[in-house]
C-alpha cells in the first residue's frame, strides 16, 4: 500500500526514496489522464479527483461492514496517526500520553467518534455531490480554526485503509483497497480547498 507518511516515519520505518518508486500504486486518475499516486499527493493537485461509480459502490458496500466496528476501526487508524511525533504533536491533548494512556483516553475515542461519524456522513453523501463537497469544506475551514497542517491530512487515508483491513477479513480486496484510498484522496482535495486559499 502506497504509503503517505511524514519524513521522521520514513525513516523510522527504513523507507528510501527507491523505495518509494518503486512502490507507487495508482490511486488515481484526474479527468485529463494524469495519474496521481501517494507520493504525489501532498499539496493540491490541479484537478479535483473524480470518483468513479465503482468506486462509490464498493465504499457503500465496505461502510456497511465496516460501521458495525467503527470505534475500534477508528482507535487503530488514529493509533497509527499518533506515531508520527509531528502528527502527535498537533492534538494538545495526545502530546504527553503514551500509547497506552492513548488507547485507555475518553478525549481520544470521543475524537475518534467525531472523525469516524464525518467519514459516515462522507459516505451517506456520495450520490450528492454538492451536499458533499459542502461539507468537506466546512471540514477543511474547521481544521483551518485547528491550526491542522494541511499535509497532515494525506497521512488519514493510508491509516483508514490500515485499520479497515482486519474489520472487513474476507470481503477485504485490492479493489476495496483502491475505493478507499481514492476516496480519502477526494476528501483531503476537497478539504484543502479551503485551507490552502
Known amino acids: 500500500m502506497g504509503l503517505s507518511c511524514s519524513v521522521d516515519l520514513k525513516q523510522k520505518l527504513g523507507f528510501t526514496e527507491k523505495d518509494k518508486e518503486t512502490s507507487k500504486r495508482v490511486y488515481l486518475c484526474t479527468e485529463e489522464g494524469v495519474e496521481l499516486s501517494a507520493s504525489s499527493m501532498r499539496g493540491l493537485p490541479q484537478a479535483r479527483p473524480v470518483l468513479s461509480p465503482e468506486c462509490r459502490e464498493i465504499v457503500l458496500r465496505s461502510w456497511a461492514i465496516i460501521k458495525r466496528d467503527i470505534e475500534r476501526v477508528g482507535v487503530v487508524m488514529f493509533m497509527g496517526l499518533l506515531e508520527d511525533e509531528a502528527v502527535k504533536d498537533q492534538f494538545v491533548h495526545f502530546r504527553d500520553k503514551s500509547p ?38 466546512d471540514l477543511g475551514q474547521r481544521h483551518m480554526l ?20 482486519p474489520a472487513l477479513g474476507d470481503s477485504w480486496t485490492v479493489e476495496t483497497e483502491q475505493a478507499w484510498a481514492d476516496l480519502f484522496r477526494y476528501i483531503t482535495h476537497v478539504m484543502k480547498e479551503t485551507m490552502v486559499m
Open 146 to 165: 485547528y491550526n491542522a497542517r494541511p499535509e497532515f491530512l494525506d497521512l488519514v487515508g493510508p491509516q483508514f485503509n490500515n485499520a479497515i483491513q
Open 100 to 137: 497506552e494512556e492513548l488507547k485507555a483516553s475518553a478525549v481520544l475515542r470521543s475524537h475518534v467518534l467525531k472523525v469516524m461519524s464525518a467519514v459516515e456522513k462522507v459516505v451517506a453523501r456520495l450520490d450528492d455531490p454538492e451536499k458533499l463537497n459542502k461539507l468537506l469544506h
